[in-house]
């Protein structure tokens, strides 16, 4: 409901809370937001809490929730349960994560201020116009292997 008590329709909920209708949608069928009976012209009516549980559940992918995480936390919620212990283990969970990648993210950097360091004295000493074979340098045995970058949503 808004401030003046109306219920709200999808779109609405989807500009108070910066996603788009399809969004708003997907969500109910996956069970982040109540199913709700269709009005006589086809329409559901959300309530204001339903804008609040949309800006918690952005904000919670935003640490790195999965919305297959949320849907089973808040369905829990919703019939009663207190699914704390689980928000708290899956949060510890992804602040480990976290930190092994900016474990990660550090050894990398180390290693690509050093190569950087490496090829522009190379460069330095490679004659005008000659080629210095920066990127060939990677497959050296001496270059150590640093991993793949994680491409994980956070």
């Known amino acids: 409901m808004e401030a003046n008590g109306r219920a709200l329709h999808s779109g609405r909920v989807a500009e108070l809370t910066g996603v788009s209708p399809d969004t708003i949608r997907h969500y109910e069928r996956i069970g982040i937001l109540a199913r709700l009976p269709r009005t006589a012209s086809g329409y559901r009516l959300y309530g204001e809490d339903s804008v609040e549980r949309v800006r918690l559940v ?9 919305l297959a995480e949320l849907s089973e936390i ?7 349960g207190t699914p704390c212990g689980r928000v708290l283990h899956l949060a510890e969970q992804k602040l480990q994560s976290l930190e092994q990648q900016n474990a990660e993210l550090q050894r990398a950097r180390t290693y690509m201020k050093t190569l950087v360091r490496q090829w522009r004295a190379r460069l330095a000493k490679t004659q005008p116009g000659a080629k210095a074979m920066l990127l060939h340098s990677l497959v050296d045995s001496a270059a150590p292997m640093i991993r793949k970058p994680l491409r994980k949503k956070l």
């Open 74 to 80: 808040l369905r829990a919620r919703d019939k009663g």
């Open 58 to 66: 952005q904000r919670a992918l935003r640490l790195g929730f999965t």
